[in-house]
């Protein structure tokens, strides 16, 4: 398939190679901060990628020199009141909501620096890959303010203490660090993190997505559930998955010794 891309909105660009979609944070000159209309933008460009049927995987990376440095706080100064703040925050962290609840896994290419809400969007992500350099923190009380919204994701990611270790301190760490802690995937020499990040969606894109997608519904569902209540709840959603085209399509090709490819799979 042909590469395709779409100029639908301001701050963010969107393309579509293969099943492979991508999204690029696009205010370069900002170090592409979540402005509140980067924050809109991602969220409705990470909505039309989820209901495309032809994408199958996601890669989120950002344009030019950096990931994106957090909230741009210029916009501090148009809010007065608690109820105006909350509004205004609840937009900047919308995307961590839709990154949870999609059905296409999302897969962040990171370069430069993830701080503040970068480093949240890394972690809200279901998978992350790195260029040798880059630099994560929680920065914010730097400025008086506090990663609250970005730790929830980071809670996903990372033991408590790491978390708190970010947040409190709002220092940074390298990439490498990152890799340890458990907030990437991989980390790569520096111009390869694109690429890396193809790898990962282009083999998440070659499986079943009828799989692929209930079963990043059902492990988001079973990671906070209890113990017994998520098996449960994985025997139903793996009965599911087994009454589907995929699982039967699937099974025979693959005890016919000729698994499907990615074109030959019957679901979206």
Same mark, same amino acid.
């Given at each position: 398939?042909?590469?395709?891309?779409?100029?639908?909105?301001?701050?963010?660009?969107?393309?579509?190679?293969?099943?492979? +979609?991508?999204?690029? %944070?696009?205010?370069?000159?900002? =170090?592409? !901060?979540?402005?509140?209309?980067?924050?809109?933008? #991602?969220?409705?460009?990470?909505?039309?990628?989820?209901?495309?049927?032809? @994408?199958?995987?996601?890669?989120?990376?950002?344009?030019?020199?950096?990931?994106?440095?957090?909230?741009?706080?210029?916009?501090?100064?148009?809010?007065?009141?608690?109820?105006? $703040?909350? !509004?205004?925050?609840?937009?900047?962290?919308?995307?961590?909501?839709? #990154?949870?609840? =999609?059905?296409?896994?999302?897969?962040?290419? @990171?370069? +430069?620096?993830?701080?503040?809400? +970068?480093?949240?969007?890394?972690?809200?992500?279901?998978?992350?890959?790195?260029?040798?350099?880059?630099?994560?923190?929680?920065?914010?009380?730097?400025?008086?303010?506090?990663?609250?919204?970005?730790? @929830?994701?980071?809670?996903?990611? %990372?033991?408590?203490?790491?978390?708190?270790? #970010?947040?409190?301190?709002?220092?940074?760490?390298?990439?490498?660090?990152?890799?340890?802690?458990? %907030?990437?995937?991989?980390?790569?020499?520096?111009? *390869?993190?694109?690429?890396?990040?193809?790898?990962?969606?282009?083999?998440?894109?070659?499986?079943?997505?009828?799989?692929?997608?209930?079963?990043?519904?059902?492990? $988001?569902? =079973?990671?906070?559930?209890? $113990?017994?209540?998520?098996?449960? $709840?994985?025997?139903?959603?793996?009965?599911?998955?087994?009454?589907? *085209?995929?699982?039967? *399509? +699937?099974?025979?090709?693959?005890?016919?010794?000729?698994?499907?490819?990615?074109?030959?799979?019957?679901?979206?």
């Amino acid at each position: 398939m042909t590469s395709e891309t779409t100029e639908q909105w301001e701050t963010v660009e969107t393309s579509r190679d293969g099943y492979v +979609g991508r999204i690029t %944070l696009s205010r370069p000159d900002a =170090m592409n !901060t979540f402005s509140t209309g980067l924050a809109q933008d #991602l969220d409705e460009a990470l909505h039309a990628l989820d209901e495309d049927p032809d @994408v199958r995987a996601i890669i989120v990376d950002g344009a030019g020199d950096t990931f994106s440095a957090g909230i741009d706080v210029s916009e501090h100064a148009d809010h007065e009141t608690e109820a105006e $703040y909350e !509004t205004w925050v609840a937009r900047m962290e919308e995307p961590f909501h839709t #990154l949870t609840e =999609m059905s296409t896994p999302v897969v962040a290419a @990171v370069h +430069g620096h993830a701080a503040a809400n +970068g480093i949240g969007l890394v972690a809200a992500c279901d998978l992350a890959v790195a260029a040798e350099g880059t630099q994560f923190g929680a920065t914010a009380p730097k400025v008086g303010l506090f990663c609250m919204g970005p730790a @929830v994701p980071l809670m996903q990611s %990372l033991e408590r203490k790491r978390v708190l270790e #970010l947040i409190l301190t709002g220092e940074l760490i390298d990439a490498e660090t990152a890799l340890d802690w458990g %907030l990437l995937n991989r980390v790569v020499p520096d111009g *390869e993190h694109l690429d890396a990040a193809g790898d990962l969606a282009e083999t998440i894109a070659s499986k079943s997505p009828t799989a692929v997608q209930m079963g990043k519904a059902a492990f $988001y569902e =079973m990671v906070d559930m209890e $113990y017994d209540a998520a098996l449960d $709840y994985s025997n139903e959603r793996f009965a599911a998955l087994c009454a589907t *085209e995929d699982a039967g *399509e +699937g099974i025979a090709a693959f005890l016919d010794g000729e698994p499907l490819d990615a074109d030959e799979w019957p679901g979206r």
